[in-house]
């Protein structure tokens, strides 16, 4: 009913050009209202803690995205998402192992040597053989993973604590040697002894990782659970701490925002959240979640303009369509249809929208076609078509669109035809 909106051919009512925005926009384009900490609620409150304003994103795309069930990747592929996600101006590219196979490590290499800005790491588990074989690729960066819960040392690699920890400091060593980035993570954290994981950690932080990461692998932890985690870890390590959140029960975005209050450093994302089952934190739906918390930091450091169609490549590449309800570029993301929301939409956005669109690139679109319409949205759509009516003839034709709409669903065609139509009777 409303059509395309977000960027494609602007339909009825795009406000960008009839709305009055509200006066002093910040220099970071987001209003007062969004962007101020002195009126937004939405921005959090600072303490010597939080790095909501000083995160780093390790895009996954092109690892935990690989697991997605849709996703195949040839090079070409791979080579354009690695591209644009440089582009887009995310800090790391995680690649899959080059152990999965011949392609698989020609591929790592081939990207290793594209000279992006974006560091390049590869994700391996944590044994000798396959460390070496990515420091071969010339990667920047060497992400070791090993299963540190009871259930995946008994039932994944069979690997106790105490072996575990004497693997993963010989594997530091030998990566840190070749002269690359380390980081070292333990799957599935957060159902793993507490004490255990932190002796861990203690231990590799020692022997000189840059970072190390918490994974909620399979998406169950809250974010009060990932707060109690990261915090605690923070006063244990002195190293980066890395975040991967699975979304399994719809809190990726949620713990990742809330990792980076209680000291993380790094999240993991992919574009449209693709990854494993139903994937992990969306880089989209994150940017959204963190343009409004810190709006300076994270509009001077992406090129969010970038996102939408870094999204429909990847969407295009493993034959998904983007969510109607998809932050930012859900089709409907900037859609305003109810009358009362139209009317003080069209006198200031802030009033109904947490984030500028054009922040984005995007435009709003406020609906005139169904029977919840008011005649506020009308007579703006009566001045964007350049006829002239009263207000109380305004009132008439949206009685007028209200009557078609409670039969069938309009176009905004439709709608223009009755605002016409009744025009011209006016006229005659
Ligand atoms: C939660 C995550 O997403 S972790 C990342 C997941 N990523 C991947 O799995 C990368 C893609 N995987 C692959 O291509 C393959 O699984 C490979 C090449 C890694 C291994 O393939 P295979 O040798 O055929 O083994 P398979 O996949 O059946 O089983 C995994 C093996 O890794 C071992 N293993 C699992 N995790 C680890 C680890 N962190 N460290 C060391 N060994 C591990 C298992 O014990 C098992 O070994 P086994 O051969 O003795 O049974
Ligand atoms: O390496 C990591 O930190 C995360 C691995 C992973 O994909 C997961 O545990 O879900
Ligand atoms: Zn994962």
Request: overall charge negative; proline content about 4%.
């Amino acid at each position: 009913m409303c059509g395309t909106c977000n960027g494609d051919a602007a339909p009825a009512a795009n406000t960008n050009s009839t709305a009055n925005p509200p006066s002093a926009s910040t220099s970071n384009g987001v209003y007062p209202a969004r962007g101020d900490p002195k009126t937004s609620p939405y921005q959090s409150i600072q303490d010597y803690i939080s790095n909501v304003d000083n995160f780093k994103i390790i895009e996954s795309t092109l690892r935990e995205g690989e697991q997605f069930a849709n996703a195949f990747f040839d090079t070409e592929t791979k080579i354009k998402i690695a591209r644009a996600l440089d582009n887009f101006g995310v800090d790391y590219i995680e690649l899959t192992s080059p152990v999965s196979s011949p392609q698989s490590y020609e591929d790592c290499k081939r990207i290793c040597q594209l000279g992006l800005k974006a560091k390049i790491l590869t994700h391996v588990r944590c044994n000798m053989d396959d460390a070496k074989k990515a420091v071969e690729c010339g990667v920047d960066g060497v992400d070791l993973v090993i299963g540190t819960s009871s259930f995946l040392r008994e039932y994944s690699h069979g690997k106790s604590m105490e072996l575990i920890q004497k693997t993963a400091l010989e594997v530091i060593e030998y990566v840190k040697s070749a002269g690359v980035e380390v980081r070292f993570s333990s799957e599935d954290s957060f159902r793993s002894d507490l004490v255990d994981i932190l002796a861990l950690y203690k231990a590799v932080d020692r022997a000189g990782v840059n970072r190390v990461g918490v994974a909620d692998t399979v998406g169950g932890a809250t974010p009060r659970m990932v707060y109690d985690l990261v915090r605690t870890l923070r006063g244990v390590v002195g190293c980066d701490i890395e975040t991967h959140f699975h979304d399994d029960t719809g809190c990726a975005v949620g713990n990742a925002l809330t990792a980076l209050e209680a000291g993380a450093t790094h999240v993991d994302t992919s574009v449209l959240g693709i990854g494993e089952r139903n994937g992990i934190t969306p880089l989209g739906a994150f940017m959204a979640r963190m343009v409004v918390t810190a709006p300076d930091y994270v509009t001077s450091k992406y090129n969010l303009k970038a996102l939408k169609s870094l999204e429909e490549l990847v969407a295009d590449a493993v034959q998904i369509n983007i969510p109607f309800n998809n932050p930012i570029t859900g089709f409907c993301a900037f859609t305003h249809k109810a009358g009362i929301h139209a009317k003080a939409i069209l006198a200031n956005p802030s009033t109904y929208e947490i984030i500028d669109p054009s922040l984005f690139g995007l435009t709003r679109y406020v609906s005139i076609n169904s029977r919840i319409t008011g005649w506020n949205a009308v007579k703006s759509r009566v001045e964007q078509l350049g006829l002239k009516m009263t207000d109380e003839q305004v009132k008439e034709v949206t009685a007028k669109i209200k009557q078609m709409a409670d039969i069938r669903p309009l176009a905004i065609d439709d709608t223009d035809s009755i605002i016409r139509s009744y025009h011209l009777d006016l006229q005659q």
